[in-house]
């Protein structure tokens, strides 16, 4: 898309490299971000959703929900922080009901950040080591109301104050910005359904296979494994990523 404005360049306040662990290459994961549950054995690497507690003795992920308004936080955000169209009606990301945030400006992503750098600053404290900030993609479903240029300003935001917090920083999805990640500040790659799209080997380049690829299908993770069972970390799980016991659950690393 066209950009309205230049992003800004992250490279000159990135942290001294040690500064921050980076996860274990190629290493059992497990999904967590549906609820926090016992990582079965031989899990070296979980995710969950920055309101749980990190797994002891693991490589511990911290989710946030860094570019859209979860349904249930919606009406704490300043209404002028919700994207809105020419009409003033809130662009929603209707596959998960989650309000857009409003960065298309470097004084809201400002505004936005300071609010997610607390999310962070949380992380943090409760013992995390890394950060996953989700819906970098946003702006492809903003309906050209926000731009590539914008979702990489404000995620060397939030690389930098991660950095600062002695937190590695993930990109999630968004394969199109992967060669952008060093000037950005992003450590590694969360790709979910990589394989399905055939998106894991640009993720493997762009991040040197620290990549960890989470697919919801057998068929994703059949074609996963094929092509990177050997260089990356690979997990099929449930779309809801829901917890051991419920209708739903899967998990599968093979």
Known sequence: MPSRRPGP????????????QLPPLHADFDYQIGGAYPPPAGVRIVSRDRT????PGLYNICYVNAFQAQPDERASWPADLLLRDADGEVVVDEDWGEALLD?????KRQRVAARVNRWIDG??????????????????RSRGLLTANDA?????????HAHARHLAIAQKNTVELAGLRKKLGLDFAIAEECAEYDECGEYAKAFAD?????EYSDSGLRKAR?????????????VDVSTPGSADYVRKVR
């Open 9 to 20: 360049s992250a490279s000159a306040s990135l942290p001294a490299p040690g500064a921050f």
């Open 152 to 160: 990489t300003a404000f995620i060397a935001l939030l690389s930098r």
């Open 52 to 55: 749980a507690s990190p797994a």
């Open 103 to 107: 960065i298309g400006t470097a004084a």
């Open 226 to 238: 094929s092509g990177f069972a050997g260089r990356l970390s690979i997990v099929r799980r449930d």
């Open 210 to 214: 620290r990549v960890i690829v989470i």
């Open 123 to 140: 992380c943090a404290a409760k013992g995390f080591d890394a950060v996953e900030p989700d819906n970098y993609d946003s702006y492809t």
